[in-house]
């Protein structure tokens, strides 16, 4: 998993996308229709990631694997695992599907948010009331921030397990890259897994 881009940089960053599309009126969804259209697109995402192996980088251009079934692959050739080796790569596996899951939220959300504080500009512009703009945009964000801090309460389990793993697996060792560094980086604001 990959996540090298400041987390809050991409959510300032998606709701750019947002100009000119409308809130839904709809109340029985708090999606705007930008914000259904990535969530389609991002259950789409969640489905290929639960179905599909699961990469894991490497600084040596060798590919690592995790396939839903628990096999690590390494350039394809599964590694050797007992039923408690394995039992750790799925616990693995899916403590990255949630980081991954998490992060699609809060992409969702950024979507909505946009597209809301565009809406809110419009209107106020429109109706001479700007004032209030600004504070519910900013408690609308701080719900997001909110949200992407819990990406990084994931991140320790997910420390914890990968050492295990290391400790566990030798072929694996290599291949364990996060570090607290990674998990101090996303507490200010960055998300940045090797």
Same mark, same amino acid.
């Given at each position: 998993m990959n996540l090298r881009t400041p987390l809050l940089t991409a959510l300032l960053c998606l709701p750019l996308f947002a100009c000119g599309e409308r809130p839904q009126t709809n109340s029985a969804s708090t999606d705007t229709r930008l914000g259904q259209k990535v969530r389609e697109a991002t259950d789409d995402a969640r489905k290929k990631l639960a179905e599909s192996n699961i990469s894991v980088s490497s600084s040596d251009g060798t590919k690592v694997e995790i396939s839903p079934k628990g096999d690590l692959l390494i350039n394809a050739t599964p590694v050797a695992l007992n039923d408690s080796q394995r039992a750790l790569v799925?616990?693995?596996?899916?403590?990255?599907?949630?980081?991954?899951?998490?992060?699609? +939220?809060? /992409?969702?959300?950024?979507?909505?948010? /946009?597209?809301?504080?565009?809406?809110?500009?419009?209107?106020?512009?429109?109706?001479?009331?700007?004032?209030?703009?600004?504070?519910?945009?900013?408690?609308?964000?701080?719900?997001?921030?909110?949200?992407?801090?819990?990406?990084? +309460?994931?991140?320790?389990?997910?420390?914890?397990?990968?050492?295990?793993?290391?400790?566990?697996?030798?072929?694996?060792?290599?291949?364990?890259?996060?570090?607290? /560094?990674?998990?101090?980086?996303?507490?200010?604001?960055?998300?940045?897994?090797?």
């Amino acid at each position: 998993m990959n996540l090298r881009t400041p987390l809050l940089t991409a959510l300032l960053c998606l709701p750019l996308f947002a100009c000119g599309e409308r809130p839904q009126t709809n109340s029985a969804s708090t999606d705007t229709r930008l914000g259904q259209k990535v969530r389609e697109a991002t259950d789409d995402a969640r489905k290929k990631l639960a179905e599909s192996n699961i990469s894991v980088s490497s600084s040596d251009g060798t590919k690592v694997e995790i396939s839903p079934k628990g096999d690590l692959l390494i350039n394809a050739t599964p590694v050797a695992l007992n039923d408690s080796q394995r039992a750790l790569v799925l616990q693995y596996r899916q403590q990255m599907l949630g980081v991954a899951e998490a992060g699609i +939220d809060v /992409g969702v959300q950024g979507a909505n948010l /946009g597209v809301r504080a565009a809406s809110e500009a419009l209107k106020g512009i429109f109706s001479g009331n700007t004032d209030q703009i600004e504070e519910r945009v900013n408690a609308e964000a701080a719900k997001i921030e909110a949200s992407a801090s819990k990406i990084c +309460d994931q991140l320790p389990a997910l420390l914890a397990t990968q050492q295990q793993l290391a400790a566990t697996i030798p072929e694996f060792a290599p291949y364990a890259k996060m570090d607290q /560094g990674d998990i101090d980086e996303c507490r200010d604001g960055h998300v940045t897994l090797r």
